[in-house]
C-alpha cells in the first residue's frame, strides 16, 4: 500500500508516522521549516500513550511520489480548491482521499439516496471548485477524534484520542476502506469503518461549531466558554440549532447536549484549533464547520438565528484576517526548499 499525506502538518504527519511504523510506504509532503526538520530527524510524535519516531520520505514536490492508493489530506479545508497541483502527480485511476477536515465535508450528499443526492454546497464547494480537483467518488469519508499539534518543526504532541472513523459516502463497508482501517490499526490507531459516518461528522461537528468560532470571537479557552454563563447557554443554543439541522437530513446524532458540553469542558484550557489559526494570523477554517450548517439549514428551512448570527461576526473576523494575513507560501510543487 502506497499513502501520501498532503499537508502533512499536526494531524496528517501524526498520522503518517503511524501508517510508517505498521510498514505502509508512506510520503510526508510538507514545507519550510518542519520539512527541514522532517527530512532531517522524520517525526518524532510525543504522546501520553508513548512516544515514538518514524521516519518516512518527505519532500514538498509531489512529482518526486507519483501515483499513490491513498491521499490522506492533511491541509485546512479551506486550502483545498487549490490543491489541484499538488494533488494531480498522486492520482491514478484509484487513488482514494481520506480528508481529516471537521465539518462538513465537499461530498456530503454524494451517495446519498433522497431529494438531495448530489447536491452542491456551496460553502465548502464554492462554484464546483473543490470537487473539480477531488471527484467525490474518490472520497472516503474521515472523522478525527484525535487531537494533535506542531510543538516545534519536526515534532508532534498528541494530546488525546487516537480513533479516525472512516466511511464511504454510500455506507458500504467497502475494500478500500477495510484496508486503510487495517494498516491505520496496525499502526497503533483506532479506524472503524462506519456504514453511517455522517452520525459521527455531527457529533463532532456539535463541538466545533459552537467552540471553534466562538473561542475565536471570545478569544477564549474551551473552559472558559464553558465557566461564561451566557457564553455556555450560546453553545447549548447553538448545538440544539445545529441538531434541528441534522434531524432535517435525516441524521439522528447519538449524543445529548449535556453529554457533548461536558466533553468539551473536559478538554480544559485547551485553545481551539481556530483561535490558534487567528493568533498566527492564519485564515479561519470556519466556511465546512459554521457556514455550510447555516446553508444547510436554509436548505431544509429550518431557524438558525443563533448560528446565523455567530457566522455573521466570524465571517467579518476573517475577512479581517485574511486580508491582514502574511502571503503564504506559493503552492507550486517542489517550489520552495
Ligand atoms: N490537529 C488536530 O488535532 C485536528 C485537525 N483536524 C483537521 O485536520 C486538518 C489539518 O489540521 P492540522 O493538522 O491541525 O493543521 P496544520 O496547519 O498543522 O497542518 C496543515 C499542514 O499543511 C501544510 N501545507 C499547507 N499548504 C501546503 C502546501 N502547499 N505544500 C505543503 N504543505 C502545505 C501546512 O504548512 P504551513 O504551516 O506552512 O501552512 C501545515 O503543516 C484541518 O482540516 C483540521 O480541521 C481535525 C481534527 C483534529
Ligand atoms: C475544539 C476541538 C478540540 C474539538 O471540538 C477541535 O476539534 C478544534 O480545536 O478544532
Redesign the pocket.
Known sequence: MRVAVL??????AYVGASLHRAGVEVSL????A?LRALRESGVRVISPRGDFAAHPHAT?DPREVGPVDYVFL????N?YAGAGP?LEPLLHHSTALIA???GIPWWYFHGVPGPYEGRRIEAVDPGGAVSAVMPPERAIGCV?Y?????AEPGVIRHLEGTRLSIGEPDGTVSDRCRAFADAMIAGGLKCPVEANLRNDIWVKLMGNIAFNPISALARATMAAICRHENTRRLVVEMMRETLDVADALGVHPDVSIERRLAGAERTGEHKT?TLQDLEKGKPL?LDAILTAVVELADLTGVAVPTLRVVDALADLLNAHVTATAAP??V?VPGGAR
Open positions: 499537508g502533512a502538518g499536526a494531524i496528517g509532503i510538507a514545507r519550510g518542519h514538498d492533511g491541509l485546512k479545508a486550502q499538488l481529516a477536515q471537521n478525527v484525535a487531537a494533535t499539534e506542531i484549533s477554517e503564504a507560501p503552492a
